[in-house]
C-alpha cells in the first residue's frame, strides 16, 4: 500500500512552458484534492475531485486544469506557467465516509524560471 | 469567510520543556479541527482531529488538543517536547458541507533547543 505518491518530485520550467503534475492513490478513496504550498501562506485549494469524473474548483484555480478519469488518478495541469506558480504542490485524498481525514502525497516543488 | 489563524509565525522550546501553539478559527458554527504536521521536504501528517464530543482529544506522538467554543480556540499541547518534534505545525478546519476540503492556518514552526 503506497499511499499517495506524486511525480516528480522536482521539477523546473520555464515560463509559458507546460506540463502535468501526478498524483494516484491506492487506498481506492473518492475524494482527491490539489493543494499548493507557499511560505507564510498555509496551504490552499486548487482543485478538487468528489469522484471519477467530476472536478470543482478550489480557493486558487486559475492557470490549473484538473481531470479525475478514474478513482486513482488526478493529475494536474499547468497550461502555461508562470514564476507566480513556483511552489510545492500537494496532492490529498480521502474516504468519502472521513471526508475530512485527508492523506497527503509527499509534493512535488516546482520552480518556474 | 472561514478562517484560521496561528498567531505564532516560529516558536523555540527547549527539549523537555512543555509546548502550547495556539488556532482560533471564525467559523458561524462548529467546524472539524485539525492538527498536522509536517517534517522538513516532507508531506503532512494528521496529528488529531475534532469533530464533537469530548474537548479534549488525543493524538499520536503524545500530542493533545483542546477545543474551547467560546475561545473559538484548538490549541495543541505537548507536555513535554522531543528534538524530533521540530518541525511545522498547521492548524486545519472542515467546514461542513465543503466535501472535504480543508482551510488551513499559515502555520507555526517549531525549533527544539538542545
Known amino acids: 500500500n503506497a499511499g499517495v505518491t506524486q511525480t516528480p518530485k522536482f521539477q523546473v520550467l520555464k515560463t509559458g512552458q507546460s506540463m502535468t503534475l501526478q498524483c494516484a492513490q491506492d487506498m481506492n478513496h473518492e475524494y482527491m484534492s490539489w493543494y499548493r504550498q507557499d511560505p507564510g501562506m498555509g496551504l490552499r485549494l486548487i482543485h478538487y475531485s468528489v469522484g471519477a469524473g467530476i472536478t470543482d474548483q478550489g480557493e486558487v484555480p486559475n492557470g490549473y486544469n484538473v481531470s479525475r478519469s478514474t478513482t486513482e488518478d488526478f493529475p494536474l495541469r499547468l497550461l502555461s506557467a508562470a514564476p507566480s506558480q513556483t511552489s510545492v504542490y500537494f496532492c490529498?485524498?480521502?474516504?468519502?465516509?472521513?471526508?475530512?481525514?485527508?492523506?497527503f502525497g509527499p509534493g512535488t516543488r516546482l520552480t518556474v524560471t | 469567510a472561514q478562517s484560521v489563524t496561528q498567531p505564532d509565525i516560529h516558536i523555540t522550546v527547549s527539549e523537555g520543556a512543555s509546548l502550547e501553539l495556539r488556532c482560533n478559527y471564525s467559523?458561524?458554527?462548529?467546524?472539524?479541527l485539525f492538527w498536522y504536521v509536517q517534517s522538513p521536504g516532507q508531506g503532512l501528517q494528521l496529528l488529531l482531529k475534532?469533530?464533537?464530543?469530548?474537548?479534549l482529544v488525543q493524538g499520536i506522538k503524545g500530542f493533545e488538543a483542546e477545543f474551547k467554543r467560546s475561545q473559538s480556540s484548538f490549541n495543541l499541547r505537548k507536555p513535554s517536547v522531543h528534538w524530533s518534534d521540530a518541525a511545522e505545525y498547521f492548524c486545519a478546519v472542515g467546514v461542513k458541507g465543503s466535501q472535504g476540503n480543508l482551510i488551513f492556518g499559515k502555520g507555526t514552526k517549531l525549533s527544539v533547543k538542545p
Open positions: 475534532y469533530f464533537s464530543g469530548d474537548t
Open positions: 467559523y458561524g458554527a462548529t467546524p472539524y
Open positions: 490529498a485524498s480521502s474516504y468519502r465516509g472521513s471526508a475530512y481525514e485527508q492523506y
